[in-house]
């Protein structure tokens, strides 16, 4: 019987942003506990959640490996006032998820501003994921889900329509080459999913990492004996010249010594 370590092996920073009322902190919620949140309300400056989370990796070409991860979110304010608060917690973050509502152009607009923050601000090996939410807008305008029964939600008093394609969000994902899925915080569905494949993502550039790091430290100690051998071998010809100058006699006929 195969022995799983539960103890993670790796640890990774992820922030979680997009604009406000895109659905970050249900996602999140769904994710993490399971359930919807019981009171939904905006964001202040960010909260803090944390999830392990078990993926399998390749041992060897044909062997599997179960290891445990713990991934630490930092779940922002989409708010522009926060904007400075935000960006001070890419720091260090292995990971950023992108938010958009699908129902509303203008947070998907505004994407390319947040992927713009991540690339700069983030670390240089950071996994991007977009995720476009909200898609129970495609449900049918009443529908029983389980023991809920499901009405659309409403701008006003007008049930919201989809205003992104999942098109065009593969489109998006394709010119910024990050991963992407659409997602429904309010039915938990693909989050889970979406969840597994960024996991991965993170472990595999973790490995990736600590491979070059590794190939760095054996480059250095390769230089520095090389230039150890350098070194000894100057002395060496040093003193031989010198003892050869030893066999010169000085204008008195008498030896030099050797150095």
Not at 28 to 50: K, R, W
Not at 52 to 62: L, N, R, S, Y
Not at 140 to 165: A, W
């Amino acid at each position: 019987m195969q022995h799983i370590d539960h103890t993670p092996t790796a640890s990774f920073k992820i922030v979680l942003v997009g604009d406000q009322s895109v659905g970050k902190t249900h996602l999140l919620h769904q994710y993490v506990q399971g359930t919807a949140p019981p009171h939904v309300q905006a964001t202040l400056g960010v909260e803090f959640h944390a999830k392990t989370q078990m993926i399998e990796v390749f041992q060897t070409a044909e062997s599997l490996q179960k290891v445990m991860i713990k991934m630490s979110f930092f779940d922002t304010a989409g708010e522009e006032k926060y904007h400075a608060v935000t960006a001070c917690h890419y720091r260090n973050a292995k990971g950023a998820i992108i938010v958009y509502d699908v129902t509303n152009r203008q947070s998907f607009e505004n994407v390319e501003r947040w992927l713009n923050d991540a690339r700069q601000l983030a670390a240089q090996d950071c996994v991007i994921m977009v995720l476009g939410n909200k898609t129970d807008v495609d449900l049918p305008q009443e529908m029983s889900l389980g023991d809920i029964h499901y009405t659309p939600p409403l701008r006003g008093k007008i049930p919201l329509q989809r205003e992104v394609s999942l098109q065009e969000g593969l489109d998006l994902a394709k010119q910024h080459e990050v991963i992407f899925f659409e997602v429904s915080a309010l039915q938990n569905v693909n989050i889970d999913r979406a969840m597994k494949v960024m996991s991965e993502k993170l472990y595999e550039q973790f490995l990736i990492m600590r491979m070059r790091r590794l190939d760095q430290i054996m480059a250095q100690e390769i230089t520095e004996q090389q230039q150890g051998v350098k070194l000894r071998g100057n002395r060496s010809q040093s003193r031989f010249e010198c003892c050869i100058s030893s066999g010169r006699h000085d204008g008195e006929g008498q030896q030099q010594r050797c150095c």
